[in-house]
């Protein structure tokens, strides 16, 4: 099934066309008068040369007038072969659509409504025939049903016609276009980028690219760069002070030697203020309890980081590099996105 863009935005044309898979564009005047567009031959010309193919439309009251319209268009500069005129269906369009179709050039007669004017196109040889969905069904039509009708035309009578499937409101036009059978859908750029997206496939993706970082990035990649400190003969405001400017949850404590001690966290602050109070914050850091501080070496994967936040129960490692202290990991770190 060829798939079109259904736009006269230059912007989102020219970006949907990078997907590289476009057949080609669809256009209409409305459209460019909704983008302000004054010069149109202008633009029909630029279009041609960024996409496929491109359908433009061949205006005129009476067969010969539309005749006239594509030939001038051709003449103009447009590749026959890369070009397809759009003929609103009448007694005057099929008409011209069996003149400009003997002579090799393509056509789609549109604003098809009913079967017998899809027939009526078929007839006359239209390369295309596009029935419009959505406005078939705002006026409470089976536009479905009709669609469906068309294709079987074209495949029980052999004809060399192609249906467009045209006037895609949402999603689930495309997929009903696809269960049909259709030759050929035309749908806007905000529904095509739509066409990729499901949930249950980010949800996947996310859970792959976390997956293979755990097995691939390093700890000292992500590690934050901040490495605040205190000594054991400073006070717990120090502390505080160090863990407010570091932006970090904790606080290295050193001994004298400037070996690691232990780890004051958040949570130790609140359970030190909860037993003394204010006269906690003039406590030195010598007189707290530490536990031995878990510990990961710089070069460890962040599955092992991973895993020792789970086993311990904690929200910050310290980070070693050839046994000296090289920052800490916090458990937010984890989360980030790029490296």
């Known amino acids: 099934m060829e798939l079109y863009l259904d736009s006269a935005d230059l912007k989102e044309i020219e970006e949907a066309f990078q997907l590289g898979f476009l057949a080609g564009l669809t256009t209409t005047p409305t459209f460019m008068h909704r983008q302000g567009v004054t010069d149109v031959d202008s633009l029909i010309l630029k279009l041609a040369g960024i996409v496929p193919v491109l359908q433009v439309e061949a205006l005129g009251e009476t067969a010969d007038e539309i005749y006239k319209e594509a030939h001038r268009q051709i003449q103009m500069g447009l590749d026959i072969k890369k070009s397809v005129f759009k003929i609103p269906v009448s007694l005057e369009g099929v008409k011209a659509c069996k003149k ?3 002579e ?14 899809a027939y009526m196109a078929m007839a006359a040889g239209a390369t295309y025939v596009c029935p419009l969905v959505g406005r078939l069904q705002d006026q409470g039509h089976d536009a479905l049903t009709l669609v469906e009708q068309c294709v079987q035309a074209v495949n029980y009578y052999g004809y060399n016609t192609k249906i467009m499937f045209s006037s895609v409101r949402n999603v689930e036009h495309v997929r009903n276009a696809i269960n049909i059978g259709v030759h050929t859908i035309t749908a806007p750029y905000k529904i095509i980028r739509q066409l990729t997206e499901n949930n249950f496939t980010t949800l996947g993706t996310e859970q792959f690219f976390e997956h293979t970082k755990l097995m691939t990035v390093k700890v000292k990649q992500v590690m934050g760069k901040g490495n605040p400190t205190v000594g054991v003969q400073q006070t717990l405001t120090d502390a505080i002070i160090k863990m ?3 932006g970090f949850g904790c606080v290295t404590v050193l001994n004298e030697n400037g070996e690691v001690m232990g780890v004051f966290t958040d949570g130790d602050l609140r359970r030190a203020i909860q037993e003394s109070g204010k006269e906690a914050l003039s406590r030195k850091m010598t007189e707290f ?3 031995t501080p878990v510990t990961i070496d710089s070069d460890a994967l962040l599955y092992e980081a991973q895993q020792a936040f789970k086993t311990h129960q904690i929200d910050n490692i310290l980070v070693m590099e050839h046994g000296k202290l090289a920052g800490v990991l916090d458990i937010q770190d984890m989360n980030k996105t790029s490296v």
């Open 100 to 102: 400009l179709t003997d």
């Open 104 to 117: 090799g050039i393509m056509v789609n007669v549109h604003l098809v409504y009913t079967l017998q004017q």
């Open 244 to 246: 407010t400017e570091g």
């Open 289 to 291: 309890n530490y536990r």
